[in-house]
């Protein structure tokens, strides 16, 4: 049964001539926000990197299963930073995608904070695999061997403001909708809007509370993401998500050292599929290393005071 509903939900998608292609979701999305935004680039004032690995809908054969790579660090003479995101693995039934892109923000000073103005250009290659045994096995539409629709130059821009305690952003990708041939029928890619925003407040010197928002947008469907974590000791943190009329999410993290961290997220589906699903693991891994400003001593000759 659980089997027949993601294929149901998949071929679904591709029984016509076009159909509209969400991408990936994550619960710990404050600690992947160079993937949706190209303007975080550079935004941490050091040499960042992350992974997050998703395995959504346990118990299903042929469920989501998504990890992607960035990193991203600041870049002086650019006025700005450089980044770069991968998505390492996303595969949905028999569908699997590979995305690459580089990112470029260009940052300046507001106030106590910074904003930044970024755009992001990639690659996104779509492919089906022929070795998926599904239900419907008359269907023509279905192949019956391994197909990858075309290549195409993926583009993306955004806005983000951060300080030490503020961070707000917007962004878009998939700007020019491709359409990807696969030769019997074809995909086509909405634009995503994605909006962003979180604030720390200290509770004590040793306990801070950062409430933070994701929204996503794709053709007619909207996703909101409501969370909150208590971090202690800047040592670990624990929290929650709500993700509307889908899941109530638990996660926890730890800073391994100043410089690493590691995050599980527990994904409880609260959507029709809860009778079938055992819930959804996220897992997470981050490195940053702050890049110290170097400060030149002015020396004053004392005749010219």
Same mark, same amino acid.
């Given at each position: 049964?659980?089997?027949? /509903?993601?294929? @149901?939900?998949?071929?679904?998608?591709? =029984? %016509?001539?076009?159909?509209?292609?969400? $991408?990936?979701?994550?619960? +710990?999305?404050?600690?992947?926000?160079?993937?949706?935004?190209?303007?975080?680039?550079?935004?941490?004032?050091?040499?960042?990197?992350?992974?997050?690995?998703?395995?959504?809908?346990?118990?299903?054969?042929?469920?989501?299963?998504?990890?992607?790579?960035?990193?991203?660090?600041?870049?002086?003479?650019?006025?700005?930073?450089?980044?770069?995101?991968?998505?390492?693995?996303?595969?949905?039934?028999?569908?699997?995608?590979?995305?690459?892109? /580089?990112?470029? @923000?260009?940052?300046?000073?507001?106030? =106590? %904070?910074?904003?930044?103005?970024?755009? $992001?250009?990639?690659?996104? +290659?779509?492919?089906?695999?022929?070795?998926?045994?599904?239900?419907?096995?008359?269907?023509?539409?279905?192949?019956?061997?391994?197909?990858?629709?075309?290549?195409?130059?993926?583009?993306?821009?955004?806005?983000?403001?951060?300080?030490?305690?503020?961070?707000?952003?917007?962004s878009a990708s998939h700007l020019a909708e491709p359409t990807i041939d696969y030769g019997d029928f074809t995909t086509q890619m909405d634009r995503h809007y994605y909006f962003t925003g979180g604030y720390r407040f200290d509770l004590s010197p040793a306990i801070s509370l950062t409430p933070s928002f994701f929204v996503k947008n794709?053709?007619?469907?909207?996703?909101?993401?409501?969370?909150?974590?208590?971090?202690?000791?800047?040592?670990?943190?624990?929290?929650?998500?709500?993700?509307?009329?889908?899941?109530?999410?638990?996660?926890?993290?730890?800073?391994?050292?100043?410089?690493?961290?590691?995050?599980?997220?527990?994904?409880?589906?609260?959507?029709?599929?809860?009778?079938?699903?055992?819930?959804?693991?996220?897992?997470?891994?981050?490195?940053?290393?702050?890049?110290?400003?170097?400060?030149?001593?002015?020396?004053?000759?004392?005749?010219?005071?």
């Amino acid at each position: 049964m659980k089997k027949f /509903l993601l294929i @149901a939900l998949v071929i679904t998608t591709v =029984s %016509g001539i076009s159909y509209a292609q969400q $991408d990936p979701q994550f619960s +710990q999305n404050m600690f992947n926000k160079l993937y949706s935004n190209p303007a975080v680039a550079g935004s941490n004032d050091g040499i960042c990197a992350s992974l997050l690995y998703r395995n959504q809908w346990t118990g299903f054969d042929g469920a989501p299963k998504t990890g992607v790579f960035g990193v991203d660090a600041p870049v002086n003479f650019l006025h700005g930073g450089l980044g770069v995101s991968v998505l390492v693995a996303d595969e949905l039934g028999f569908e699997k995608t590979f995305q690459a892109k /580089l990112a470029y @923000a260009f940052r300046f000073n507001i106030g =106590s %904070g910074n904003l930044a103005i970024g755009a $992001d250009i990639g690659l996104l +290659q779509k492919s089906i695999d022929g070795d998926f045994v599904a239900n419907d096995q008359g269907d023509p539409i279905i192949p019956t061997s391994g197909v990858s629709g075309n290549t195409y130059t993926d583009l993306g821009a955004g806005i983000y403001y951060n300080s030490d305690k503020l961070y707000l952003g917007a962004s878009a990708s998939h700007l020019a909708e491709p359409t990807i041939d696969y030769g019997d029928f074809t995909t086509q890619m909405d634009r995503h809007y994605y909006f962003t925003g979180g604030y720390r407040f200290d509770l004590s010197p040793a306990i801070s509370l950062t409430p933070s928002f994701f929204v996503k947008n794709a053709g007619d469907q909207t996703q909101a993401d409501i969370n909150a974590n208590l971090h202690f000791n800047n040592r670990f943190w624990i929290g929650g998500s709500y993700r509307l009329e889908d899941a109530i999410v638990i996660m926890a993290g730890l800073n391994i050292t100043p410089t690493l961290r590691l995050g599980y997220s527990y994904d409880m589906t609260t959507s029709e599929l809860q009778d079938y699903s055992s819930g959804t693991h996220e897992i997470m891994l981050g490195y940053c290393y702050k890049i110290k400003k170097k400060i030149t001593p002015i020396n004053r000759n004392v005749r010219f005071l």
